[in-house]
């Protein structure tokens, strides 16, 4: 199945826009593929106003966010894998969700481990189906 995070940012984001407050990214500028002004990262990380009156063209694609910018006073494209994204929440409020960190791809020339015993789903009945939590 493809990521749930770029669905949920979106659901988010109408969610918090349509109760009339300010929608806010929260990203780690030091992903591969962050394009954001560096002059305004702290601590590896910067918050971006995503509200309708202060983006141009907001794109929440599967796997990217876009839009254009001002960061004083010039108009800047910008540029952040949704895996780079930390959170996105309210201003006023701080309502919203932070995403755990994404694990990094698994690298293809791995050999893949056969599974053990304890990967196998414990089943309580013929064809029914159970639940796992998995950290």
């Known amino acids: 199945m493809t990521p749930s995070r770029p669905y949920i940012m979106r659901a988010l984001y109408e969610w918090i826009v349509d109760n009339n407050c300010t ?5 780690d500028a030091s992903i591969r593929g962050v394009e954001v002004p560096e ?8 918050v971006l106003n995503i509200s309708p ?9 599967n796997d990217v ?4 910018g001002r960061f004083g006073g010039v108009a800047t494209d910008i540029m952040v894998p949704v895996s780079a994204v930390i959170g996105i929440y309210a201003r006023e409020n701080g309502q919203g969700m932070v995403f755990e960190a994404e694990q990094p791809p698994e690298d293809p020339d791995d050999d893949p481990k056969p ?18 939590i998995v950290k």
């Open 65 to 68: 966010v876009t839009f254009n």
């Open 115 to 132: 599974p053990s015993p304890a990967d196998k789903p414990q089943s309580r009945g013929e064809g029914r189906p159970s639940l796992k």
């Open 23 to 27: 929608p806010y990214l929260l990203v």
């Open 39 to 46: 002059q305004y990262v702290k601590d590896g990380q910067i």
């Open 53 to 61: 009156s202060a983006v141009v063209e907001l794109n929440m694609a």
